[in-house]
């Protein structure tokens, strides 16, 4: 059954062999706080300090009202593990208002997930719906250059290493670098091999 996000953005809810992508809700409030705010996780997230219950919850509202796809904005999709029926990460897809059909990704997962191909499986259906169905022409992601599995990940999905970005964000007074990583739509369309 199709669920609306919104006419600009990814309009459905995404279903993949394990995961369901979709809108948040409110029962997601009290995992999303659980997850964000574990010191684990925020420190590749762009937050030292983490979120409080209050700040989650408004997130997670905020992203239930917003209409996806608007230049400039993040729309950030649930990731419910399906099995389990609970929510176990979020992507994030920024539509950039200064590249029109360009997006960034990022993707966040409950430590306890991670290393089981949930990262692998969430973006591989949010890069074909953006750079197959909905005509985006590049996806960018960003990522600190300690987070080797992440690093990892986005070459298993077939991005490539293009530009070391020394101090490139501050986050809560401190310098962090970060690794740009980009795929064109024609690469993940005809991926070397012929095939996915």
Known sequence: MKEEWGSLGIERALITDRLKLRRFQESDIQWFYDYRSDERVRRYQGSLSGYNRDQAADFVREQMRQ?????????????????????????????????????ELGITLVPEYQGRGYAREALTAVLDIL??????????????????????????????????????????????????????????????????
């Not at 209409?67 to 099995?83: K, M, N, S, Y």
């Not at 999905?157 to 501050?170: D, F, I, N, P, S």
Request: charge should be negative; aromatic fraction near 10%.
């Open 67 to 103: 209409t996806p796809g608007i230049p400039g904005f993040w729309q950030q999709v649930a990731l419910e593990l399906t099995a389990e029926g609970r929510l176990i990460g979020d992507c994030g897809i920024h539509y950039l208002d200064s590249m029109p059909r360009q997006v």
């Open 131 to 196: 750079l197959r169905e909905l005509g985006v022409c590049r996806a960018v992601a960003f990522t600190d250059p300690r987070n080797e599995r992440c690093m990892a990940l986005l070459e298993r999905l077939g991005m490539r290493r293009e530009t070391y970005w020394a101090q490139h964000v501050q986050v809560e007074g401190v310098w962090m670098d970060d690794w740009q990583y980009a795929i064109w739509a024609e690469e993940w369309k005809n991926p070397p091999g012929g095939g996915d």
